[in-house]
């Protein structure tokens, strides 16, 4: 069975600048999250989504962040303009329905570095 | 809102010994989840065990178990048989009982494993 693949596995820019991540969940996974790492600090929520729609984005930061996750299978994230501490590992991860018991799933990251 | 607290950034063990890592929680809620994630150096999130928080019973996988204190909010993790695969970051982890949980983390212990 295929993981979660996530892309580009690395990325610089420079501040001001616009990027996007990409994300493809196990297949049939109904839910999909999108986490932030950054350096020395554990992964944070930015927004969960229950098939297509948006369930918690409460900490997802919408001046500049935007997510979404058309027909329900593949999501991408953006980020525009980027600030200096967006830098960060970004994770994405699903689970078959969202249930804190269900594992959830988590894809290698994108490291974004923001110069 | 819920907090997740591990107080040892690093801790080191011989191969074949065995190791405790420490976790506390902050949680008004009485049906929950809590989890420990490995992160190795690949950057993806590996779900080591899961305790459910009405199961009085500790959970146990392998050379892994915990030792769960609702009362006092504790909940640790000991590697028994340390190998060196056991290297990496650990996540203590946060979710409530639902489907629309997302998992509140903790700062991580960076465990080394020495010959």
């Known amino acids: 069975e295929a993981g979660v693949a996530q892309s580009p596995r690395y990325k610089i820019i420079e501040k001001r600048q616009s990027v996007a991540f990409w994300c493809n969940p196990i297949?049939?996974?109904?839910?999909l999250y999108w986490y932030q790492q950054i350096l020395g600090q554990g992964p944070k929520l930015l927004i969960q989504?229950?098939?297509?729609?948006?369930?918690?984005d409460s900490q997802l930061p919408k001046d500049r962040f935007s997510a979404e996750r058309l027909k329900g299978v593949d999501s991408t994230l953006k980020i525009q303009p980027a600030k200096l501490e967006d830098s960060a590992v970004y994770l994405c991860?699903?689970?078959?329905?969202?249930?804190?018991?269900?594992?959830?799933?988590f894809g290698q990251g994108t490291r974004l570095t923001v110069v | 809102a819920q907090t997740v607290t591990q107080s040892q950034p690093e801790m080191s063990v011989q191969e074949a010994e065995t190791v405790t890592l420490s976790c506390t929680y902050d949680?008004?809620?009485?049906?929950?989840?809590l989890f420990w994630y490995k992160q190795p150096p690949s950057r993806q999130m590996i779900l080591v065990i899961r305790q459910e928080a009405y199961k009085q019973q500790n959970a146990t996988e392998n050379r892994f178990s915990v030792n769960f204190q609702k009362a006092a909010k504790s909940f640790s993790l000991k590697i028994s048989d340390s190998q060196l695969g056991d290297a990496a970051m650990y996540f203590c982890?946060?979710?409530?009982?639902?489907?629309?949980?997302?998992?509140?983390f903790g700062t991580g212990t960076r465990l080394q494993v020495t010959l």
């Open positions: 991860a699903s689970s078959p329905n969202g249930d804190a018991g269900t594992e959830a799933f």
């Open positions: 989504f229950q098939n297509n729609g948006v369930v918690d």
């Open positions: 297949s049939g996974h109904a839910t």
């Open positions: 949680t008004s809620e009485s049906d929950y989840y």
């Open positions: 982890a946060w979710g409530m009982t639902g489907t629309a949980s997302k998992l509140t």
